[in-house]
């Protein structure tokens, strides 16, 4: 039973680039959720998707964007990338109605 | 925003003691949960608590719940150097987002 798995693990861009992150859920689950974790400080909310909608989301501007496959898989898009964007991108999946969520290892983005 | 506090914000101990860490938070929950990362890669799931429950344990970790007061503690007995990591606590809410803490670091000395 594979876990939730990220690509790519580690990135780097330059400043005004476009990233696009992506997340495999772990078998069954439909919910996926994306996090941002600065260095030394714990997750960030970014947003959640459920059956292919935006469910809710976090305090980001609308430079962040998703979107969620048929088979629950999940991409973060991040454009015209900040220094400040420089962070390990998580991803976390979970099944409607259980609280608990499966993180995958991440995704290191390095702007430059 | 960060909703919890964790509490040392490191913490270094000797093999085979017990770690006790911290998180207070500022709204009402439905449930806390508590993670462990090494090395800044993923978060692995230790334990979920409810909004109704107090104590919950699991293998060496036990967690308590005090919705009054606003905080939870994690406490992780006979630790090993394996432990070494960071501990995040993250609470759950009505929307469905959950809200990280600022971890706390535990070494742990062989």
């Known amino acids: 039973d594979a876990g939730v798995t990220q690509s790519p693990t580690h990135l780097i861009k330059t400043r005004g680039q476009q990233v696009t992150l992506r997340c495999s859920p772990k078998?069954?689950?439909?919910?996926v959720s994306w996090y941002q974790q600065a260095l030394g400080q714990g997750p960030q909310f970014i947003f959640q998707?459920?059956?292919?909608?935006?469910?809710q989301r976090g305090n980001f501007p609308d430079r962040f964007s998703g979107h969620q496959f048929p088979n629950y898989s999940s991409e973060l898009n991040v454009n015209a990338l900040l220094l400040g964007d420089s962070a390990l991108y998580l991803c976390?999946?979970?099944?409607?109605?259980?609280?608990?969520?499966?993180f995958g290892p991440g995704t290191r983005l390095l702007v430059l | 925003s960060q909703q919890g506090e964790e509490d040392p914000q490191a913490l270094s101990i000797q093999e085979g003691e017990n770690a006790t860490m911290n998180c207070s938070y500022k709204?009402?929950?439905?449930?806390l949960q508590w993670y462990r990362q090494n090395s800044g890669r993923g978060l692995v799931h230790l334990i979920l608590i409810r909004s109704n429950e107090r104590e919950k344990h699991s293998g060496r970790l036990r967690v308590t719940l005090d919705t009054s007061k606003k905080s939870s503690s994690l406490l992780i007995t006979a630790s090993r150097a394996a432990d070494t990591a960071s501990y995040f606590c993250?609470?759950?809410?009505?929307?469905?987002?959950?809200?990280f803490g600022t971890g706390t670091r535990l070494k742990v000395l062989a």
């Open positions: 993250a609470t759950g809410h009505e929307l469905k987002e959950y809200i």
């Open positions: 078998s069954g689950h439909d919910t």
């Open positions: 709204t009402s929950i439905n449930n």
């Open positions: 998707y459920y059956e292919e909608e935006e469910r």
């Open positions: 976390a999946s979970s099944l409607e109605g259980r609280e608990t969520q499966y």
